[in-house]
Nanobody
Framework: QVQLVESGGGLVQAGGSLRLACAAS????????MAWFRQAPGKEREFVAR????????YYADSVKGRFTISRDNTKNTVYLQMNNLKPEDTAVYYC??????????????????WGQGTQVTVSS
């Protein structure tokens, strides 16, 4: 059974930084791409970033490009999301996601089968 557990959320002022972590268990995470999504109150869950199995290729939503960095440490089965220059509009519950497809490149939440419980990020103005 694949389990994903996020951590690192919290309250931060605009312009600040946070680093989220997603620890995977139940399989070797290095065999699978990973992604981050977020969901703000009253809004649909949206794609934030994804990273390939090796970590060699990353892809970002336009809204976070240049401010967020996704990375992974396959020795620790953990994926990270470094968030800099945070804005109030970044406030959301952040989820990590994965799938059994080792070649998945989708930005659609419906294409991912495994999800963490989410971690709240709140950015005050």
């Amino acid at each position: 059974q694949v389990q994903l557990v996020e951590s690192g959320g919290g309250l931060v002022q605009a312009g600040g930084s946070l680093r989220l972590a997603c620890a995977a268990s139940g399989r070797t995470s290095s065999n699978y791409p990973m992604a981050w999504f977020r969901q703000a109150p009253g809004k649909e869950r949206e794609f934030v970033a994804r990273i390939t199995r090796s970590g060699g290729t990353t892809y970002y939503a336009d809204s976070v490009k240049g401010r967020f960095t996704i990375s992974r440490d396959n020795t620790k089965n953990t994926v990270y999301l470094q968030m800099n220059n945070l804005k109030p509009e970044d406030t959301a519950v952040y989820y990590c996601a994965s799938d059994n497809n080792p070649y998945i490149t989708s930005t659609l939440q419906s294409d991912y089968n495994y999800w963490g419980q989410g971690t709240q990020v709140t950015v005050s103005s």
